[in-house]
């Protein structure tokens, strides 16, 4: 089968009223969500997914895709009109698009991150369904050596590459680690850090983490503050913003998508680390560099095409290899498992049509986004108005179904409070939840693979530099680090 | 220790058989939904719906290798409204394997019926030079501690069926570990590990497909699913027999008339048309068993695994 026939394959199968009615809610439900304060895409899918159960395998991951591009659009949403970004990626779009906002220019900053958001969705599927197979195929010669050498790699990029204090983002994945490694150990079949429970000899589950550490956390945190959200309804003057705008945001747009789509396909980065890095790329390029954080509109357009291209070819690597580029690419990853698919090479060769119909839905969704949203924007801004005392009750209890439903155990739902704890401490001491749950997902899968890769080459470490595939990804690994080291160095140079 | 719990806890009054069911009946599954227990269970659930008007739910409660469903299930109410779908490593692993459980597969347990057992299929990647079992054997004394096996993890069948081949014909093999059988297959199929003996069906497709080679399958007779298949034992290794299967049971003290009851009742729906195709679909083949046949087969399948899992020294605790 060659692109096109693969393409029409897909649409075929997203083209079913069933696939496009769950396309379609998952959107809904995902922008919805993702409108909603301190709530991006991870915790919109950790409270819905469970939603997903009792789907097909194909419209279930269809709904959480839809889920995943409406949760990241909602963010949009709210950074520019109230200054309230919904997930790390949409920081970025507060620091522009809420200046356009207040100088009464919500309508173009809302219409241009649309449109951003749209063109990088485009080019993203575009781009997975070229090198995506190609990717496939070569993922078949990932044996254990070169995904122990990958997983070291995103783990090093994760932890030196995090925004913010370094020895933190280290601490954490240090941390995400030690929670990662509870559970059934698959070497020996022993139980670690169980403590005899049961429930612990699978290891924490993902849903326990994820919505403990963000949204029992985040919550307990808002309660804290007094209500003191503005709405900046009153002045959003026209929608469609003017042949300048599009004439300013065009080449933004292009290079945003450029930056988010390589940023996407490398695991352990994803779409944050994607936006900044587009910003700071836009600002440099900039004649008159002084406007970015007035309400440049260049610095909405890029990193929203940069954010939203990011989060379709971390696609990439999940479908064609089962490495989460993402948290909540991680997510996913587990959405798939509990559907009964192992996630790694052979899922696009096995299950084309969960695949290509993936992919064709990706598009379709991002398009029903669109549609949606622009005109939508009235009533996400009422939304917004709903006090907190009515909204928090309501999430916490889809965070107990959500917990309660994944092992039909309640003992999932006590861990995730405990966890909420913990994840409003960090949060306290300014310790990033993110580099945590990379170390959680990566560390048990690193461990994993090392020890394969080394029981099978009977304890020659060689390995891993002896097979060119590995010994890239060990050089690349080297490379991440130098890169980060040397700043450090210099500065310290300078300083003596 | 918690010895007899189940009958500790069982209220007075017997329930009369003649009134069962007037309640809906719930099945445990120890296990995550979609997987073949699952199905199993709501494939007989939905059977039993239809014929005795009462709803059949399946209660999905997976987790420590089914040993936290397995506990609820021993721990039910004995009126005949809770019994388990239970499985090979449920009712005749797990307690050798973990022997601080608090629940016992034999003490704790009525059986009803068994219900479908699935074959493991012995297949070696294409690049490894050997096409029949006799040849596998040979080359692994020819080349010893070079081959690599791999299984869906310490202690299922895949792992304790190899182990048993290695016993029985005195190869040395190295174990290779992984979560589930996906990873194995396209670790087989890549050659980066030589051989596996799993569960039929994830396997069989790539046979078909001639991405791998099958060199024989385990169960006693060949395979209705591909009998051009050899079984090991007819290949090379005599009385090798080692399957994956799936059975009802209910706590120990439940009313026999109703542990009769369901059993009947589960031998009937096994023999109808439809139910044989979809659990044939399933790669497995159904079966249907008295009480007592299912009693001795249990029990037999303890001996068995005991045996196994002592001579390859297999200590999980």
Redesign the interface.
């Known amino acids: 089968m060659d692109l096109l026939d693969n393409l029409v394959f897909g649409f075929t199968v997203a083209f079913s009223l069933q696939n496009l009615a769950y396309c379609f809610v998952g959107v809904l439900l995902g922008t919805l969500v993702g409108v909603l304060p301190g709530i991006g895409p991870l915790v919109a899918i950790a409270m819905l997914f469970p939603l997903t ?1 009792s789907l097909p395998a194909v419209p279930a991951l269809i709904m959480l895709a839809g889920i995943y591009y409406g949760a990241q659009y909602g963010g949009s949403t709210t950074s520019i009109l109230v200054n309230l970004p919904g997930e790390t990626a949409s920081a970025v779009t507060c620091l522009d698009g809420y200046q356009m906002a207040r100088q009464g220019r919500a309508g173009p900053a809302l219409a241009i991150a649309a449109i951003a958001s749209f063109f990088a969705g485009c080019v993203g599927t575009l781009l997975i369904a070229l090198v995506g197979p190609a990717l496939g195929e070569w993922a ?2 990932f ?2 050596a070169e995904y122990t050498a990958l997983m070291l790699m995103a783990l090093v990029a994760s932890a030196v590459m995090s925004q913010g204090d370094a020895v933190k983002g280290l601490a954490m994945v240090v941390l995400g680690l030690l929670i990662g490694v509870v559970g ?1 150990d ?6 670690r850090y169980a403590f005899g429970v ?2 612990l ?2 290891g924490v589950g993902f849903t326990v983490m994820a919505v403990g550490l963000f949204a029992v956390a985040e919550i307990v945190v808002n309660l804290e503050q007094r209500e003191s959200r503005e709405v900046y309804t009153s002045r959003i003057t026209g929608l469609m913003p003017t042949a300048k705008d599009l004439k300013d945001s065009s080449w933004p747009m292009v290079r945003g998508t450029a930056v988010g789509a390589f940023f996407g396909v490398l695991p352990g980065t994803g779409p944050a680390l994607s936006s900044f890095a587009t910003y700071m790329l836009e600002k440099k390029l900039a004649r008159d560099p002084s406007r970015f954080g007035r309400g440049a509109i260049e610095g909405v357009a890029a990193p929203e095409a940069a954010n939203n291209a990011a989060a379709q070819t971390a696609f990439i690597p999940m479908l064609t290899l089962g490495v989460p580029a993402t948290a909540t690419m991680a997510l996913m990853l587990g959405a798939m498992t ?3 698919i ?1 996630p ?3 899922v696009m060769l096995a299950k084309p049509e969960l695949f290509w119909g993936i992919i064709a839905s990706m598009w379709i969704g991002n398009l029903m986004l669109v549609i949606l949203n622009l005109p939508l924007v009235g009533v996400w801004i009422r939304l917004l108005r709903v006090p907190y005392r009515w909204l928090f009750p309501s999430i916490i209890m889809f965070c107990c179904i959500g917990n309660y439903s994944v ?3 309640e003992f999932d739902v006590y861990l995730c409070a405990l966890v909420g704890v913990l994840g409003y401490v960090l949060l306290k001491l300014e310790c990033e939840p993110a580099p945590l749950i990379l170390g959680y997902v990566l560390g048990p899968l690193l461990e ?1 693979y090392l020890r ?1 890769a080394l ?2 080459s009977r304890g020659d470490p060689t390995v891993f530099f002896t097979r060119p595939i590995s010994l890239a990804f060990m050089i690349a690994t080297v490379f991440i680090l130098a890169i980060m080291v040397a700043p450090a160095v210099r500065r310290k140079r300078e300083e003596a | 220790m918690v010895s007899g719990c189940a009958c500790l806890f069982a209220p007075g009054a017997p329930v009369q058989a003649q009134r069962y069911p007037d309640k809906p009946i719930r099945v445990i599954v120890p296990y995550t939904p979609a997987g073949t227990t699952d199905i199993l269970a709501r494939l007989i659930g939905q059977k039993m719906n239809e014929s005795w008007g009462q709803p059949v739910i399946v209660d999905n409660r997976p987790g420590a290798n089914g040993n936290i469903g397995t506990e609820i299930a021993a721990r039910a109410t004995p009126d005949g409204y809770t019994i388990i779908m239970g499985a090979a490593a449920t009712h005749s692993i797990n307690n050798t394997l973990y022997p601080k459980l608090s629940w016992d597969a034999v003490r704790d347990f009525a059986p009803i019926s068994l219900v479908a057992v699935v074959p493991n299929i012995l297949v070696v990647g294409n690049s490894l030079p050997v096409k029949s079992v006799k040849e596998l054997i040979a080359y692994a004394k020819a080349n010893p501690g070079k081959l690599n096996y791999g299984s869906p993890g310490t202690g299922s069948t895949a792992h304790l069926s190899m182990e048993l081949f290695k016993s029985m014909t005195g190869v040395n093999l190295n174990h290779i570990p992984y979560k589930g059988s996906a990873g194995v297959l396209a670790d087989v199929m890549a050659g980066q590990i030589s051989l596996t003996m799993d569960n039929i069906p994830v396997y069989l497709p790539q046979v078909q497909a001639g991405r791998i080679r099958a060199l024989g399958v385990s169960s006693a007779r060949r395979t209705p699913a591909a009998p051009e298949i050899p079984t090991v034992s007819e290949a090379g290794v005599p009385g090798l027999e080692a399957v994956t299967w799936f059975g009802l049971l209910a706590p120990a003290a439940t009313p026999k008339p109703i542990v009769e009851m369901l059993s009947v009742e589960t031998a009937r729906i096994l023999k109808l048309a439809d139910v044989h195709k979809r659990i044939s679909e399933l790669g497995a083949e159904p079966v249907g068993s008295t009480p007592q046949q299912y009693a001795a087969f249990i029990r037999s399948e303890i001996v068995k695994w005991r045996k196994v899992i002592q001579d390859a020294g297999v200590r999980l605790e």
């Open positions: 159960f078949l010669l044996g254990a059934t698959v070497n020996s079949g022993m139980a049961p429930a000899s699978d509990m559907q009964g192992e790694g090479p052979h092992n039909n155990n994993e394969r029981l099978i």
